[in-house]
């Protein structure tokens, strides 16, 4: 069994900083792409960043310049860094990552369970 657990939300002032924390634990064999998504109330779930095994990132235009994804292989984490934080940020944050476990020959998709953002004075 595969899962993905969040950590590090929260309520924050506008203009301060959270970071998120993933883990990937279960019977896994390798991980692929990470990333972070976001889904506010009412709104579809959409892409916050990306990173690839090797370390490439990619951002939503939305959070760039402000918001920093990184990972570290060898503990099976994703991290995202979260500067500069505004009300529009206010959403529950998801971890995805594509693992391949054991057992299994191809990457799946999993998600996390989700960790509540709230950006309010």
């Known amino acids: 069994q595969v899962q993905l657990v969040e950590s590090g939300g929260g309520l924050v002032q506008p203009g301060g900083s959270l970071r998120l924390s993933c883990v990937a634990s279960?019977?896994?064999?390798?991980?692929?792409?990470m990333a972070w998504y976001r889904q506010a109330p009412g709104k579809q779930r959409e892409l916050v960043a990306g990173?690839?095994?090797?370390?490439?990132?990619m951002y939503a235009d939305l959070v760039k310049d402000r918001f920093t994804i990184s990972r570290d292989n060898a503990k099976n984490m994703v991290y995202l860094q979260m500067n500069s934080l505004k009300p529009g940020d206010t959403a529950v944050y998801f971890c995805?990552?594509?693992?391949?476990?054991?057992?299994?020959?191809?990457?799946?998709?999993?998600w996390g369970q989700g960790t509540q953002v709230t950006v309010s004075s």
């Open positions: 995805n990552a594509d693992i391949k476990p054991r057992g299994v020959s191809v990457y799946v998709k999993y």
């Open positions: 279960g019977s896994l064999f390798s991980i692929d792409a």
């Open positions: 990173i690839s095994r090797g370390g490439s990132t």
